[in-house]
């Protein structure tokens, strides 16, 4: 089992920047991909990015490259996700999940074993 608990989320103006930060408990982390996901209001989870084990290879969804960096501390057992240059469109709950099957797809929703309770992030403009 895999315990993960965001935080980080809450209320900033359009052009701000935020960081989440997941924290994981129950499995050795480096053994785990950890992504992130979103859900706006009326909208699907839709994926935002993720990393591997080791922190070596990051994917991101198109929409938010060059704004987003996803991260990791294995030792702290905890997942970041930096956001910059806020936009409306940001505004979601947040998620962080945990892979722990051989990766086919890693934007894919299905690909993921355990999940956050979600942190809402809302940009005002």
């Known amino acids: 089992q895999v315990q993960l608990v965001e935080s980080g989320g809450g209320l900033v103006q359009a052009g701000g920047s935020l960081t989440l930060s997941c924290a994981a408990s129950?499995?050795?982390?480096?053994?785990?991909?950890m992504g992130w996901f979103r859900q706006a209001p009326g909208k699907e989870r839709e994926f935002v990015a993720a990393?591997?084990?080791?922190?070596?290879?990051?994917y991101y969804v198109n929409s938010v490259k060059g704004r987003f960096t996803i991260s990791r501390d294995n030792a702290k057992r905890t997942v970041y996700l930096q956001i910059n240059s806020l936009k409306s469109e940001d505004t979601a709950v947040y998620y962080c999940?945990?892979?722990?099957?051989?990766?086919?797809?890693?934007?894919?929703?299905?690909?993921?074993?355990?999940w956050g309770q979600g942190t809402q992030v809302t940009v005002s403009s």
């Open positions: 999940a945990a892979a722990t099957g051989v990766a086919t797809d890693r934007t894919s929703y299905n690909e993921y074993d355990y």
């Open positions: 129950g499995r050795t982390f480096s053994n785990l991909a």
């Open positions: 990393i591997t084990g080791s922190g070596g290879v990051r």
